[in-house]
């Protein structure tokens, strides 16, 4: 545990430190995943709301192929659960108590893919999140249900880490992206 939190501070004081502004093309090889793994015209694609340095996903939007789909964004709840609910750009957000933008509350939705943020990520495509939790304990939950949600995790390659110490309630990504292509 101690060493997570080590690696925590690392890769958050670097990530601060060698942030950049990406573009819309650096999703083009996400995009084309997107479309070859889902052959249906309408999905949820769950996003995060970027803060604290995290690459910004909301260029995605500028794709029509992504802006015209069912977008979310997750909402925790007061027991530290969180959920995903439709959200389009421009549109209202609340404030959380962890400081994070969240979209206004309407019917939950499963997607059937998840935008994952993270402080670093290894060749085995385990990711080392803030430590709360939140999307392992989602994907726990969800991954049993739905068995195709695909999870993609977003980073910038120098957020790479030989190898992440794991336990038992951290979840494999299906695919990380990075300015360097799709891993």
Not at 80 to 95: A, D, G, I, Q, Y
Not at 129 to 156: E, P, W
């Amino acid at each position: 545990m101690q060493l997570k939190i080590q690696l925590r501070k690392k890769y958050f004081i670097l990530r601060k430190k060698k942030y950049y502004e990406v573009d819309k093309n650096f999703f083009l090889p996400l995009l084309k995943l997107i479309q070859f793994k889902f052959k249906k015209k309408f999905i949820k694609i769950a996003l995060y709301y970027p803060s604290n340095y995290e690459l910004n996903i909301l260029k995605l939007l500028e794709f029509k192929h992504i802006s015209t789909q069912d977008t979310l964004l997750p909402v925790v709840d007061k027991k530290s659960l969180m959920s995903f609910f439709s959200w389009r750009k421009n549109e209202v957000l609340n404030v959380n108590e962890f400081g994070i933008l969240e979209p206004l509350k309407s019917q939950e939705k499963v997607p059937d893919i998840i935008l994952i943020p993270m402080l670093a990520f290894d060749k085995n495509k385990y990711r080392l999140g803030y430590g709360k939790g939140f999307y392992d304990r989602y994907l726990n939950k969800y991954l049993k249900k739905f068995k195709n949600i695909l999870t993609v995790g977003v980073a910038f390659s120098f957020q790479r880490h030989h190898k992440l110490p794991i336990n038992n309630n951290d979840v494999k990504l299906d695919f990380i992206v990075t300015e360097k292509g799709i891993i």
